[in-house]
């Protein structure tokens, strides 16, 4: 194979492969994006046969920022009949040896306005594909989450791509987008923004350790709190930073402590924070380095964080604040893990979760 598919948001497909240039060629594979604006996916084609295989694998898709879910391309299927859309994807992955037995099937579109419709049709697809896919030892007979994912990404009506990814390295999510109920009691939309990080950054096995309730947290532009909000829901303790209005139903709770202050100014007079969490509309090169100066003087563990994008430069800006923020962490010898993902709830910027993993705290 020498295929893979990207899905990104819709306009970011510049960006999306762009990183994907860069890190296959830091793996010495070498290719060249496919991409067209607004379609919500980028193709990658490889040079060498069997290339795809390598970077589905090897290509960390953890570390990739735009990209919401990958997969190595066995076939590309035009003008499937209306009558009979299986029988083409059938052959085209019955004579491919290379191909693995998945343990589940995912039939997708990118996400686009236009694609909304064709979603309606893969929903209906699914239970005669699967079955048939079963009938042919494609698929394994029952479900089983650590074996291989095969995609089928239809791009327009009777068109589509076959290919597979690998549970260990992919997104686990249905198009590579976490599906969440917005509270109804909740004070603003952006409260699924941290939700949906916890999904992705935080391995939900960790949840009970990692978001235990008591534990404290500060939350930098908080108002009017629905950050706050994800932390109060796990009965966690909150100081709220910011000058603006923090909804009274949080307030009422008693497990929030707002400051009306500057959040780069802030300071915990008690060292006792786990989580800091900031969504100040801010340059993303100062948020960067604000997390930093948290993590290194030890008064919090772990960091979600906004990075706003400028209008242009939009992957240069982020690689740029990313690097600078981990030779700022790594000359104070702090050990640490960081993740960036561009998330579906982000728009113009993407989240990071930084988490500290030596003991430099003071308390
Ligand atoms: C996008 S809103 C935050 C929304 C919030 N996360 C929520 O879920 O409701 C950005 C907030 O950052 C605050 N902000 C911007 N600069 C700030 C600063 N230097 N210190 C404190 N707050 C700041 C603004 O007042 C605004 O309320």
Redesign the pocket.
């Known amino acids: 194979m020498k295929h893979l598919m990207f899905y990104c948001r819709s306009g970011f497909e510049k960006e999306c492969a762009g990183e994907i240039q860069d890190r296959a060629t830091q793996l010495e594979v070498f290719g060249f994006p496919r991409l067209k604006s607004n379609t919500g996916y980028v193709l990658f084609e490889c040079y060498q046969q069997g290339d795809a295989e390598r970077l589905v694998k090897e290509l960390d898709f953890k570390a990739l920022i735009f990209a919401r879910q990958m997969f190595a391309v066995a076939a590309e299927i035009k003008d499937l009949p209306r009558e009979d859309r299986i029988s083409p994807i059938l052959e085209s992955l019955s004579d491919m040896e290379a191909f693995p037995r998945c343990g589940d099937i995912r039939i997708e579109t990118p996400d686009t306005n236009e694609a909304k419709e064709l979603l309606k049709f893969c929903r209906k697809f699914t239970v005669p594909a699967r079955q048939a896919m079963r009938g042919k030892g494609i698929l394994f007979p029952k479900d089983n989450p650590k074996k291989p994912v095969l995609h089928i990404c239809f791009v327009a009506p009777g068109h589509c791509f076959v290919g597979y990814s690998l549970s260990s390295n992919n997104s686990s999510f249905f198009m590579g987008i976490p599906r969440l109920k917005f509270p109804s009691d909740a004070?603003?939309r952006?409260?699924l923004k941290?939700e949906e990080a916890f999904h992705v950054f935080i391995p939900r096995e960790e949840w009970d350790e990692r978001l235990a309730p008591g534990m404290w947290g500060v939350?930098?532009?908080?108002?009017?709190?629905?950050?706050t909000y994800q932390l109060v829901k796990r009965s966690m303790f909150v100081h709220a930073?910011?000058?603006?209005m923090m909804a009274d139903s949080l307030m009422d709770t008693g497990q929030v402590k707002h400051h009306q202050?500057?959040?780069?100014k802030f300071e915990p007079a008690r060292k006792n924070v786990t989580w800091l969490i900031c969504?100040?509309?801010?340059k993303p090169s100062r948020v960067a380095q604000l997390m930093g100066e948290w993590l290194i003087s030890g008064w919090a563990k772990e960091a979600i964080f906004n990075l706003k994008l400028p209008m242009k430069g939009r992957y240069d800006e982020v690689l740029e604040d990313i690097e600078n923020l981990k030779l700022f962490l790594i000359e104070n010898k702090v050990k640490f893990q960081l993740q960036a993902k561009h998330l579906y709830h982000d728009r113009e910027e993407i989240t990071v979760h930084l988490r500290c993993l030596s003991n430099i705290s003071p308390y």
């Open positions: 004070p603003s952006s409260t941290l939350d930098l532009g908080a108002c009017p709190g629905g950050w930073v910011d000058n603006g202050e500057d959040g780069f969504d100040m509309v801010e």
